[in-house]
């Protein structure tokens, strides 16, 4: 007999990660699981997966808990399919990362709503199914950030999941006189995909604060499992109003060594040129931008024209360097400030080897998108081409990390004018929704390259495949190559930097712009 055996407990948001696991638990357990997530085919696919090991589960997809109807609604028709609710496990949330300083009022209400309205409202609908059946337990998901804050800039989030703690609480104190008991389950950093790739790279900060930690490792999904079985079973029937924390003690090492030191991270990267360019100012469609030109320093042009657009720590002496490096191969390169809007290129630069810079880099990197991208780059591409400097063909254009997807839509949006597109370790470039990147090769006449990591959260190996697929239905000429033992940022010195990669890079680089 299973330690669930049948209880009807419903479980939110179970495409994939704990809300998977704890279906596939929960019903091994021999409860029947109803499930509800924004994402229909993944949350099909747990409840088949489920069905396939002879459970029961019945999947309502999709269902946007934020809104007070369609939560209702699933509460209420799980209730009466089978007949009343034993369990709810409260394990859907988003949040959006942001500083308090640079957040919006839109990203910090949609983060409450999306950590805090959706359970209250889940809540407050099962709350007299529980009553009837004379008690059950809830469970809430929080988060060791509630109570520990982040290096990252998660305000909001802190606050939401410091929310879903306290409603823990009153949930408890309410519920005691009916036999219903609520707990929450707070987390560390519990593996999926994308932590999974970031995890490879010793140079990445997550690496450090799990090397740093106790037991040296992320959780899995399944460990939360097991600890909300436990309270969605008998055998926790004196257990109410608690926080309990599952991080493999996380909370207490971050910033501590435990005999597993990272290993040594940084090559010497390759000496590149100092150099300053020409700064130009570039009417576009929104305003003025800058860029900056650097042409061969020992011969006599035209060149053909190469617009770079950096990675994610916008322009800076680095990308200078780059920019010149490629110059004295024999190009004239422009290399426009992306963030334009947001003002001139910070000095010093902020560094996504910092938490806390890194997030607020990413604060930044949401004001761009593909429609910022489309309006600027005529105005870019029309400034270089209009230099004497610059040979009369096709120009190219070179895309790094988050600069991969414009370096496209560049292509995309100007197809008689962009011959090349070079992008290295792009990410994003494979996105589910129209607006992906790999959807608009149709629209191109360049020919592509794609230098790639081997280890990238952001471009997995499934994207490559799709990557390719791509490019070889639109008839695109193309090269993709991986490259062995790099990992996201690998090309750029003050990233994840590969000297050997780098070099690599270089040489491909030169020779397809040739
Ligand atoms: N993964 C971690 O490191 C970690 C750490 C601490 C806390 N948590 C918390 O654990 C829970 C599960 O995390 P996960 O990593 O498995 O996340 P996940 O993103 O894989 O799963 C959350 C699911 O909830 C669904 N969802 C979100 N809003 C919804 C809505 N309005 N209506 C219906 N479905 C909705 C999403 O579609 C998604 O499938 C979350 O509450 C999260 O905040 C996670």
Same mark, same amino acid.
């Given at each position: 007999m299973g330690r669930l055996e049948g209880k009807i407990a419903l479980i939110t948001g179970? !495409? &994939?990660?704990q809300g998977r696991a704890a279906a596939l638990a929960f019903a091994r357990e021999g409860a029947k699981v109803v499930g509800c997530d924004l994402k229909a085919e993944a949350a099909q696919e747990t409840a088949e997966m489920v069905r396939g090991e002879g459970g029961e589960m019945t999947s309502i997809a999709p269902?946007?808990? !934020? +809104?007070e109807q369609e939560a209702t609604r699933w509460v209420e028709d799980a209730a009466a399919v089978y007949g009343g609710i034993d369990v709810l496990y409260n394990n859907a949330a988003l949040a959006r990362i942001g500083t308090l300083a640079g957040m919006s009022t839109d990203a910090w209400h949609y983060t409450l709503k999306y950590e805090l309205d959706i359970l209250f409202f889940v809540t407050r609908a099962a709350w007299p199914h529980l009553v009837k059946r004379g008690g059950g337990s809830i469970i809430n998901t929080g988060s060791i950030i509630a109570g520990r804050g982040s290096d990252m800039p998660m305000a909001a989030h802190g606050a939401g999941k410091a929310g879903v703690i306290g409603l823990t609480k009153h949930m408890a104190l309410e519920g005691g006189n009916s036999g219903i008991r609520a707990n929450c389950i707070s987390p560390g950093l519990i593996c999926n995909e994308m932590f999974e790739q970031l995890l490879k +790279?010793?140079?990445?900060n997550l690496y450090k604060q799990i090397r740093t930690s106790p037991l040296g490792r992320i959780g899995q999904p399944e460990d939360v499992a097991g600890l909300a079985v436990f309270l969605a079973s008998d055998e926790s029937s004196y257990i109410t109003g608690t926080n309990i924390v599952i991080d493999g003690g996380q909370t207490l090492g971050i910033?501590?060594?435990?005999?597993?030191?990272?290993?040594?991270?940084f090559a010497q990267p390759v000496d590149l040129p100092e150099a300053e360019g020409e700064k130009l100012t570039i009417e576009t469609l929104d305003g003025e931008s800058e860029a900056w030109l650097f042409t061969p320093r020992e011969e006599k042009g035209p060149w053909p024209g190469v617009m770079i657009y950096t990675d994610i720590m916008g322009v800076r002496p680095l990308f200078k360097s780059m920019a010149q490096r490629l110059a004295d191969a024999g190009f004239a390169v422009l290399l426009p400030n992306l963030f334009y809007r947001l003002g001139p290129?910070?000095?010093p630069p902020l560094s996504v080897k910092n938490s806390g810079e890194f997030g607020e880099l990413l604060g930044m990197a949401g004001t761009l998108s593909k429609d910022t991208i489309v309006r600027d780059s005529g105005a870019w591409l029309a400034a270089l081409a209009a230099r004497p400097e610059v040979k009369a063909d096709p120009l190219s254009c070179v895309g790094y990390c988050m600069s991969g997807p414009m370096a496209i839509w560049t292509a995309a949006a100007h197809p008689g004018k962009v011959g090349a597109v070079a992008v290295f370790h &792009? &990410? $994003? /470039?494979? /996105?589910?929704?129209? +607006?992906?990147? $790999?959807?608009a090769f149709k629209d191109c006449a360049a020919r592509f390259y794609f230098g790639c990591a081997e280890t990238d959260a952001f471009m997995t190996g499934d994207h490559i495949a799709t990557l390719k697929e791509s490019l070889e239905q639109a008839g695109r000429p193309h090269e993709v190559e991986v490259y062995p033992g790099t990992y996201h940022g690998f090309a750029i010195a003050d990233a994840s930097y590969s000297r050997e990669g780098s070099e690599k890079h270089w040489e491909a680089m030169i020779d397809f712009l040739s």
């Open positions: 179970i !495409s &994939g990660g269902v946007d808990l !934020s +809104d +790279d010793p140079n990445d910033g501590m060594s435990f005999g597993q030191e990272p290993a040594p991270l290129p910070l000095d &792009g &990410g $994003h /470039m494979v /996105m589910k929704g129209d +607006d992906s990147p $790999h959807l």
